[in-house]
Nanobody
Framework: QVQLVESGGGLVQAGGSLRLSCAASGSIFSINAMGWYRQAPGKQRELVAT???????NYADSVKGRFTISRDNAKNTVYLQMNSLKPEDTAVYYC???????????????WGQGTQVTVSS
């Protein structure tokens, strides 16, 4: 089994910063892409940022220049540094990872339980 555990969410004023962390553990041979998604009330889940094992990064236009994704491959951990937060960034943030559990297995998607980020105006 594979578990993703997020931490770092909370309540912050507009203009403030938060740093999210997500650690993957369990039966892991390798991890390809890791990323962050978010879902605001009444809206669909959307991509925030992804990063491959080789360091290729993709950001949603809405967070470019404000958010920074990074990862520590040795720790199977991905981070999201969020600066200049806006009320519209309020959402539940989910971590995701494409995991290969053995050398013979295919990639599978795993998700964390989510962490709430609330930005007050």
């Amino acid at each position: 089994q594979v578990q993703l555990v997020e931490s770092g969410g909370g309540l912050v004023q507009a203009g403030g910063s938060l740093r999210l962390s997500c650690a993957a553990s369990g039966s892991i041979f390798s991890i390809n892409a890791m990323g962050w998604y978010r879902q605001a009330p009444g809206k669909q889940r959307e991509l925030v940022a992804t990063i491959t094992s080789g360091g290729r990064i993709n950001y949603a236009d809405s967070v470019k220049g404000r958010f920074t994704i990074s990862r520590d491959n040795a720790k199977n951990t991905v981070y999201l540094q969020m600066n200049s937060l806006k009320p519209e960034d309020t959402a539940v943030y989910y971590c995701a990872a494409d995991v290969r559990r053995s050398i013979l297995s295919s990639l599978q998607d795993y998700w964390g339980q989510g962490t709430q980020v609330t930005v007050s105006s």
